[in-house]
């Protein structure tokens, strides 16, 4: 460490209080007779924790921290150090853009190593702060394992004649050679990298598509898809077999799809993954949606909502008896919303029962039964027998037809409280969408409380969000007046820590319609869906994108994903 900004560290510390003098010294004496870097004996001694170092540096010297394990290093930077400076200076190049290479270091205050740096490269280094076991992690990765290098060996290893080849793309392989190919180290190897990446990039799907030359893997990170490594077409097979193998899915039919799931053991806890599998015209396409219970958020107060629709939503839920619905696209969180209500009057005094296709989480005093239409256990055939179990309260997973609503209708008029989801875009929509499925109106006024239409969208970065005047002209079309006649909106500028989007994580934003005496008599009269939507508003319903609006003006999100995710709404209602 250089004279100098030694002092500059052990006084930061001690006026942290993270340090004593006493702790110092002793620290000192060990460097005096042993050697080596002042930052890494205090923390090997037990005197200052690595993290607390290293937020401390970051803040005073202006150096921002990263978490490596949840970023994707740019393989092309990789052979612009080599591993042997990497591991001796404990660094690890991030990315580069035009003659600035970004460097994660895990001493920022040895200059020495960035000095040398900047001389084998010939860039400009801007140095980002990380622990040294994320440092050692990435370059046993990126380096030892690296995307590309990996995927290449894994070839080799596999490629030991014309005959292993031909197996290995699948032609002319029998269902015992694939089964035997997938339980193979190389393949297992390949699965579990492409699964592990999926999770560090906090993805929600994965998908896997056979292209003509390739095979194409793509992440859902907060709902924009991304592309990852591209393994040869030579894996296709071998990898799909590895899936439905421990997915228990027939590994010989290839012709019809499959859906399964499994569970695999990834950073120390257990994550399930959904799995469905397409024949395509290039081969079969793989979709893994990934159930982390470590990412899910079971807690109505802090999925985005603003409070007037978690008031409504609550006041809904403390009803007796009565339908509530929660309405959206795929994807959209409608049944993470559900089980947010479901942990919220999860009583012990209560009998909760659900119906799921397929069970996503499980929930600790809830009774949980996952629908087989296969065998004839559909959602209807289940909620028969549910009602026959003496339950207070009922989730079905999802509303897809006629049989279905109609028991669910009567198990709410019968004293029951029923949650549910239905795919429409609007939630003054679904009610004209139950109608039209066969529902009587006054079935419908009966028992539904409360209707709910949700999005996700995307958080500004927390790490590099930056404030902007929004135009005049967009401020006005969007409806949007300050006293001082600017709109002061955010947005992220890209960093490290969001892998260069501006987004970290998602909300949602919801219109919540209630059942209001004016809305059930429109509804009894068979009037159009924009007549109930007009009324809902002057009864005081802000819709998905009032709601997303103003979470722009909060500044959580901004006014582009706002608009991405409600570009189908009517002008009037902004």
């Known amino acids: 460490m250089v004279p100098g900004l030694k002092e500059k560290l052990t006084k930061i510390l001690i006026d942290r ?47 921002p921290p990263i978490n490596l394990g949840r970023f994707k290093v740019d393989p092309s930077v990789l052979g612009l150090i080599p591993k042997k400076v990497a591991k001796h200076y404990k660094i690890m190049p991030i990315s580069k853009m035009g003659n600035v290479l970004t460097l994660a270091i895990s001493d920022p205050l040895n200059i020495f190593a960035i000095d040398d740096i900047k001389t084998l490269t010939g860039f400009k280094i801007t140095p980002i702060i990380t622990t040294e076991k994320d440092i050692r992690d990435a370059i046993g990765q990126y380096y030892d394992e690296g995307a590309y290098s990996a995927i290449e060996k894994i070839v080799t290893d596999m490629k030991g004649s014309e005959g292993d080849v031909r197996l290995l793309d699948g032609s002319g ?21 492409i699964l592990a990446e999926a999770v560090n990039v906090r993805a929600s799907d994965i998908l896997i598509e056979p292209l003509e030359k390739e095979v194409r893997i793509r992440y859902r990170v907060d709902g924009i898809l991304q592309e990852g490594r591209k393994p040869p077409k030579v894996l296709h097979s071998a990898i799909v077999s590895r899936l439905k193998v421990i997915s228990d899915l027939d590994i010989s039919e290839h012709r019809l799809p499959q859906d ?49 629709s978690i008031g409504e939503i609550k006041k809904a839920a403390d009803r007796p008896h009565g339908m509530i619905l929660i309405c959206g696209p795929t994807g ?19 009998n909760i029962v659900t119906v799921e296709d397929p069970i996503e989480y499980l929930i600790e005093g809830i009774n949980q039964v996952s629908s087989r239409p ?18 207070d309260t009922i989730m079905i997973g999802e509303i897809r037809d006629f049989d279905t609503v109609d028991i669910a209708i009567k198990a709410a008029l019968t004293g029951h409280l ?8 609007t939630a003054t929509g679904s009610v004209v969408r139950l109608v039209n499925m066969g529902v009587e109106p006054f079935l419908l006024t009966s028992s539904l409380i409360m209707v709910g239409a949700q999005r996700l969208v995307r958080k500004i970065c927390n790490n590099c969000k930056e404030a902007y005047t929004l ?21 992220g500028k890209g960093c490290p820590t969001c892998f260069g989007t501006g987004y970290k994580g998602r909300i949602a934003i919801i219109e919540v319609l209630t059942m209001t005496p004016k809305i059930k008599e429109l509804i009894l009269a068979g009037e159009q869906e924009y007549k109930i939507r007009e009324e809902a508003r002057r009864e005081g319903m802000k819709t998905i994108r009032e709601n997303g609006i103003q979470s722009a003006l909060d500044g959580v999100t901004t006014l582009d994903e706002v608009v991405r995710v409600t570009v189908g709404e009517q002008v009037d209602t902004v």
């Open 374 to 391: 296969e065998i004839g256990l559909t959602f209807a055939a289940a909620l028969r027998s549910i009602l026959r179990q003496d339950p």
């Open 173 to 193: 392989a029998g269902a015992e050679d694939m089964a035997k190919i997938a339980q193979e180290a190389p393949v297992v190897k390949i699965t579990n990298m």
């Open 17 to 63: 209080k993270l340090i004593k003098e006493a702790d110092l010294q002793k620290a000192l004496s060990v460097q005096k007779e042993k050697g080596g870097s002042l930052s890494d004996l205090l923390v090997s001694l037990g005197i200052v924790s690595k993290n607390d170092l290293m937020l401390v540096l970051s803040e005073e010297l202006g150096i």
């Open 260 to 308: 399964g799931r499994f569970k695999v053991r990834l950073y120390g806890r257990e994550i399930d993954f959904r799995i469905s599998v397409l024949p395509s015209s290039m081969g079969e396409k793989v979709a893994l949606r990934i159930l982390d219970k470590a990412q899910a958020t079971l807690d109505i107060e802090k999925l985005g909502f603003d409070q007037r």
């Open 332 to 350: 959209c969180g409608k049944t993470t919303t559900l089980y947010s209500i479901l942990q919220m009057v999860n009583d012990p005094a209560d």
């Open 471 to 491: 135009d005049k002209d967009v401020a006005e079309k969007l409806g949007l007046k300050t006293s001082s006649g600017k709109v002061t909106l955010y947005r």
């Open 418 to 425: 029923v949650l549910s989801t239905l795919h429409t875009t």
